[in-house]
Every structure is written in structure tokens, then in C-alpha cells.
């Protein structure tokens, strides 16, 4: 199915059933605050009836502070306070995992949600069982969720991370250990609502897990979906959404989405890319048309937002409510920006940092993010031909050093690659290290 056919079939006319799926069908709205203006709209999970917030709360990245041993701990007053915005404004869906923050996230999370009905907000969280899939560890992460999470029973529960490996890998981590068995009888006494998977891989190993819909019954996908990934991915490290869409689409599973915003790539754009968005809307941040982009498609149960700060909740509540579902020419008008998306050399992390930390203590994410950011702005010294390349060169290495010490810079990689196990991308990391290092060495030799 080429775009224009998939765009009338599941774009301009799902688009109007997606207009009526916001209110869920049951009219549970919530009245805006916080300097906001509508309502929050709600998509129907046609499986058990649940009001699902359009915009969902992905709890990877919540602020952070130092405790007085001067470790990396969760801001737990900020917390409270963003979702105390949040539920004031009908979001109702929170994602998290075991594996997000070090460990930390279940908990604060589930701290700042303990302040609430428990029948108000939905819980997502997930068997993030990498670094052990034996049977004692598994259960135990599962068992440990409960606890952390102040809760007796799970509204969405995710087998985390799968796809790399194929069915093999899924049967390693969930099969052989009778995990899979355990989870079942979980779901059927109520403990777990609706069990799903969240897919990382190709195209080969989603349709193999897939396939294990008859067996199983998936209540539910989760997937990378932007305007980028939707027909862009390069096929080995993801998928093309439209794709995975698609497939489930036609299986009637309902879809969350992570990453509608890249890692933040796609609210910070290059700046002919951003003035195209703002001739069309001024008012309009750029993350709101990759959020309206994604929410558009009726499927989509929920599009996970992990909003640090207070600004970026407050925007995609504006966003979000009175939710306005694009048509066919945005559709098309985001595919035009995504071609010139791609032309520009980023690497695609989304900073989700599974690769962290390095044993040899390197910012891999920030790294990536401050070469992305000057690629995406149009900042990076090309070539000694270059308009302003000498001041262009100083501005680079200037930056570089400021936003990344020096013990952490991309020089002290050696290689190892104990960080390409864990990425979800299957970024190439050490030769992306490399690539950036030659590249600020080869600025040092031009001085």
C-alpha cells in the first residue's frame, strides 16, 4: 500500500472516527487549568472500556537533584507537582518501568500517584528483565513493582524492550523461565489488566512476535511512532511506523507510542525545517505537530510524553486539549518535512540512556545530543572553505567542552561495546563515538 492509498484508508477517513474516538465515546472530559485552555480528550480501549488520556505521562525522565552524598536522585517535590498539574488536567496515564532513572522512577512515581483514587489514573510499567531473565530475578522485578508502586493490581503491563533477537530472544527472556506461563495466570486473576509488549527490532522480528497473537492474545502494542519513523527508519535499526500500524491496525490491537518526539529531536529542528512550521502556525510549538501527527491516528490508545519540566507539560496540554486531529494535506505537508529531516546527519539516539552508565564513565547521550543539536542548527564547522568556519570551529569546541567534562568525552572510548547490548536503536555507538571524536580532532588540527 503506497502513502496516498494507506493516507485515505487510515488517514483522512480514520481521522474523522479519530475525531469522535477523543471523547472516548462516554463524554469524560476534564475542565483545563494551569494558564491552559479546553478540555483533555480520551481515546476508548474497545477491549475493557478504559478512558485513556490522548496524551500520556512517560516517567523515563523526571527531574532530578543531589542528595547530600551528592548522587543523582529524583526531584521527588517536582514530581508531585507535575502530576499534581497533570490529573488536574485529566491525564491519566502513567508509564514507567524498573529500568527507568537507575532504578528510581516505580518509585517516585508511584509516591506522587499514592496521593489519588487509585480508580483515577491508569499504571503502565514493565518486566525489564535484560541483565537477568532467570525465573527468581524475573518474578522478583515483578514483585518489586507492586511494592514500589503502592498498588495490587497493574492496568498495563509490557514485556520491555523486545524485538532484537526475534522470537528466539522472547523465548530466552520469557518462555524458557516461565515467565510467559506466570504472566498468563496474572492476567486471568486480574493482578495484570492488559498484557503487551513495547517493540524495539526489524520488521522480520515484529511480524515473528506478532505472530504469537493467537497464542497469547496481546491487549495491547507499543511502538515508535513520529513523523520521522513513519516512513523513514532505515529498516535495521526500526521499523517504518506506517508499517507497524498498519499490522495492528488491521488486528484491532490498540497502540501506545513512545518517542512521538525522537529523543527531543523533532522540538528542536533545523532552522529551515522550524520556519516552514511556524509560516504555517506561529503560535504553534514544533512539538505540537509531531504530537498531532501521532494522535491523529485512531489506534493510538495513548502518546507517551516524558515531560521534565513544567513548560513542557504546559505545552502539550495546549496540544492536547480540544485535540485537533490533522487531515490529509498535514499529513502530507509532515511528510515533506521528515524528507528534509533526512538529509541531515544525526545520530538517532533518543536519549533514552539504557547505554549508562559507561564503565569508562562517557556521556554517550550527551555527547550525541550536543552533536545533534549543532547539526540541527545548522552550527557545525563543514570545512575551512566555509562562510565563518573559523568562528563556527571555536563556537563547537567552546560548547563541547562546556556541555561535557572532560573525563567524558568521546576521546576515552575504548571500544568495549558493552553499550550496543543495550541500546534500543542498535546505534553503532563506539564507531558513532569515533566518527564525532575524528571530527573534533580534525577542528583542533585546523587551529
Not at 502494542?221 to 535499526?237: L, S
Not at 543539536?373 to 568556519?389: I, Y
Request: proline share 4%; charged share 25%.
Amino acid at each position: 500500500m503506497d502513502r496516498r492509498d494507506f493516507l485515505k484508508t487510515a488517514g483522512a477517513g480514520a481521522i474523522a472516527l479519530g475525531t469522535a474516538a477523543c471523547t472516548g465515546g462516554s463524554g469524560q472530559r476534564k475542565t483545563a487549568v494551569e494558564g491552559t485552555s479546553g478540555e483533555m480528550v480520551y481515546r476508548t480501549n474497545p477491549a475493557n472500556g478504559d478512558k485513556v488520556s490522548l496524551l500520556g505521562y512517560g516517567c523515563m525522565r523526571w527531574p532530578m537533584t543531589k542528595d547530600a552524598e551528592g548522587q543523582d536522585v529524583i526531584d521527588q517535590e517536582k514530581v508531585n507537582e507535575l502530576i499534581d498539574v497533570a490529573m488536574r488536567n485529566g491525564v491519566n496515564y502513567y508509564d514507567t518501568s524498573p529500568a527507568y532513572l537507575r532504578g528510581q522512577s516505580e518509585k517516585a512515581t508511584g509516591i506522587a500517584l499514592a496521593r489519588y483514587p487509585r480508580k483515577s489514573f491508569y499504571i503502565a510499567t514493565k518486566l525489564s528483565n535484560f541483565s537477568d531473565a532467570s525465573h527468581e530475578a524475573s518474578l522478583k522485578m515483578y514483585r518489586d513493582s507492586f511494592e514500589e508502586m503502592q498498588t495490587d493490581y497493574f492496568d498495563y503491563y509490557l514485556m520491555h524492550a523486545i524485538g532484537r533477537g526475534g522470537y528466539e530472544a522472547f523465548k530466552q527472556r520469557y518462555e524458557d523461565n516461565g515467565m510467559m506461563d506466570f504472566l498468563l495466570k496474572e492476567r486471568e486473576i486480574g493482578r495484570i489488566r492488559q498484557l503487551g509488549f513495547s517493540f524495539h527490532g526489524r520488521q522480520s522480528e515484529f511480524d515473528e512476535l506478532l505472530a504469537l497473537h493467537e497464542k497469547y492474545h496481546w491487549d495491547f502494542v507499543q511502538i515508535e511512532m513520529n513523523y520521522m519513523d513513519w516512513k523513514h527508519a532505515d529498516g535495521v535499526r526500526n521499523v517504518n511506523a506506517d508499517y507497524l500500524y498498519e499490522q495492528l491496525d488491521k488486528r484491532e490491537i490498540p497502540i501506545t507510542v513512545m518517542e512521538p518526539l525522537l529523543g527531543g529531536r523533532l522540538s528542536s529542528l533545523p532552522d529551515n525545517i522550524a520556519a516552514r512550521l511556524k509560516e504555517r502556525e506561529p503560535d504553534a510549538s514544533l512539538a505540537s505537530w509531531a504530537f498531532r501527527f501521532v494522535g491523529s491516528y485512531p489506534r493510538i490508545l495513548t502518546v507517551l510524553s516524558g515531560m521534565t519540566y513544567m513548560e513542557h507539560l504546559q505545552d502539550n496540554l495546549k496540544t492536547f486539549m480540544n485535540f485537533k486531529p490533522m487531515d490529509e494535506e498535514e499529513l502530507a505537508f509532515m511528510e515533506e518535512m521528515a524528507v528534509l529531516m533526512a538529509e541531515y546527519p544525526t545520530v538517532n539516539c533518543t536519549h533514552c540512556n539504557y547505554c549508562m552508565p559507561c564503565p569508562y564513565g562517557i556521556d554517550i547521550p550527551g555527547i550525541f545530543a550536543h552533536y545533534n543539536k549543532c547539526v540541527n542548527e545548522g552550527t557545525v564547522a563543514q570545512g575551512e572553505e566555509q562562510k565563518n568556519f573559523k568562528k563556527l570551529r571555536k563556537a563547537y569546541l567552546t560548547s563541547y567542552n562546556k556541555a561535557i567534562p572532560t573525563l567524558r568525552q568521546a576521546d576515552h572510548c575504548i571500544g568495549c561495546g558493552k553499550c550496543l547490548e543495550h541500546c534500543p536503536q542498535s546505534i553503532q555507538i563506539p564507531s558513532e563515538l569515533r566518527r564525532i571524536d575524528a571530527y573534533i580532532e580534525g577542528l583542533k588540527r585546523s587551529m
